[in-house]
C-alpha cells in the first residue's frame, strides 16, 4: 500500500494580528527607510513627505482592489486566483506565474543579497569603518528562514511579530524624539509644492513623480497576507482587513519618520543634498546617524543596523512563504508540478515548494552577481549592490505588471 501524501495546509493557525504582522514584515519598515529615504529626497527634496503621503493615497487604491478579491476568493495562491475568477484562466495562470516566478523568487534572492549588503554598512558603520565581504553574510537569510518557514506558518509569524515589533519600536522612538527636540522648527512646509525646490508646474511634477516612484517600493510585500488566506481564521474578514491596516499604518510610519529625518537635517537643498551624497558614498548609513544621535552614538548604531538585518529577514522569511504558498496553490489546481502540492506531514507546510522556491531564488542570485560583474564591478560590495539593484529592478518591474492584472479583475 503507498504512503499517503499530505495535501493540506495548516488550518486557522493564526488569525488577524497574525495576517497583520505577517504584512507589516513583508513591507520591512527599518530596511524601506535605510535603503530608500535618500532616494526619495533626492528627487523631491523637501517634499519627500507628500510625495509618501501622494503615494499612500495611490496604493491604497490598489490595497482596495486586493481587499474586495480577498474577501471572495482566500487561496494560497491569491494572485492566481484572483484573476481567474475575474478575467479567465489563462490569464490567471499567467499572473500566478508573473508573481510566483519572476516577481516573488526573484524578489527572495534580492532580499538575500540586500540582507548582504545593508549588513555589511552596518557593521562599516558599528566598526568605524571595517568593510567586511558581503558574501559572507548572504547565506543566513537563505539557511535559517527555512527553519521557521518549515515549522510552519505559526512559527514564522511569530518570528515575524517580534523582529518587526523591534524595528518599529525604534523608528517611533526616532519619530518621537526628534518631534520633541526639534518642536520649534515643525513646519508644513514639506507637505507643499515648493518642497521641491522647483520653479515651474513641469518640474514640480518631475520632482514628486521622482519620489513617488521610489516612495511605491516601501509598499511592496503588503500583500503577502492574501497567501495565507487558507491558514487564518476567519479569513474573508481577517486577511483584507489586516491587509489595509497594515498599508495604512506603515504609509503613516513612513511619512513621520521621513519628516522626523527632515526635522533632524534641515529644510534647505543643500542640507538634503549632502544628506543624499552621504547615503550614497561608502560611509556610515546618514539614518544610522541620526538614529544613534538620539539612542546613543554606539548603541544607537548598534540597534539600528541590528534592527535593519532583522527587518530583512523578516521580508525574505514572509516573502519565501508566500512564493511557496503560490506555487502550492497553483500546483494543487493542477498548473504545476503534483509534488509542489505536498505538505509536510506534521507542520502542514509547503515544504517542497519551500526549497524549490529557495533553489531557484539562489540561482536568480548567482544570475545577479554574474550579471553585475559582466557590468564592470568586480569589488564585492560593489557587486553586491549592483546584484541587488539588478534582481530589484526586475522585481519591481513584474510585481506592478501583476498588480495591474490583479487590479483589473477588481
Known sequence: MSKQ????????????????????????????????????????YAAAPLAMLLT?????????SIFVLARKYPHAASFYAYVTNTINARTGFINGIIYAVFYSI???????????????????????????????????????????????IRPSVRTEMTLTSIEIAILLIF???SFIANINR??????????????TPTGILTALSGGLIFAITYFMGFEVSTQISEEVRDPRRSVPTSTLWA???????????????????????????????????????????????????VGGLILFAISVMLSVFGCYLATLNATA????????????????????????????????????????IILAYVAAYLSGYVKPLELTYNAMEDAYAIDS??????????????
Not at 504584512?23 to 529626497?41: K, N, T
Request: charge should be positive; charged fraction near 5%.
Open 106 to 152: 526573484v524578489g527572495v534572492g534580492s532580499v538575500a543579497i540586500a540582507f548582504a549588503y545593508l549588513g555589511t554598512e552596518g557593521i562599516y558603520a558599528v566598526t568605524g569603518g571595517h568593510v567586511i565581504n558581503p558574501l559572507i553574510l548572504l547565506p543566513i537569510p537563505i539557511v535559517l528562514a527555512l527553519i521557521p518557514a518549515v515549522l510552519g
Open 325 to 364: 504558498r503560490m506555487l502550492y496553490g497553483m500546483a494543487r489546481d493542477r498548473l504545476l508540478p503534483a509534488w509542489l502540492a505536498e505538505t509536510h506531514p506534521r507542520y502542514k507546510s509547503p515544504h517542497k515548494a519551500l526549497y524549490l522556491s529557495t533553489a531557484v531564488a539562489v540561482l536568480t
Open 247 to 297: 498599508t495604512v499604518f506603515m504609509g503613516i510610519l513612513y511619512i513621520l519618520v521621513t519628516y522626523a529625518i527632515l526635522l533632524n537635517i534641515g529644510y534647505t537643498q543643500s542640507a538634503i543634498n549632502n544628506f543624499v551624497n552621504m547615503a550614497e558614498g561608502m560611509g556610515p548609513n546618514p539614518v544610522y546617524t541620526l538614529i544613534g544621535h538620539y539612542l546613543g552614538t
Open 397 to 410: 518591474l513584474y510585481y506592478v505588471l501583476s498588480l495591474i492584472l490583479v487590479a483589473a479583475g477588481a
Open 56 to 64: 499612500l493615497l495611490g496604493v491604497l487604491a490598489i490595497v482596495y
Open 175 to 177: 519619530v518621537v524624539l
Open 5 to 44: 501524501r499530505s495535501s493540506e495546509l495548516m488550518r486557522n493557525a493564526t488569525g488577524f494580528l497574525g495576517s497583520l504582522y505577517n504584512s507589516l514584515a513583508g513591507q520591512a519598515p527599518a530596511y524601506s527607510i535605510a535603503g530608500g529615504a535618500a532616494l526619495i529626497m533626492g528627487s523631491a
Open 186 to 199: 515643525l513646519s508644513v512646509f514639506p507637505f507643499t509644492a515648493q518642497g521641491t525646490f522647483a520653479a
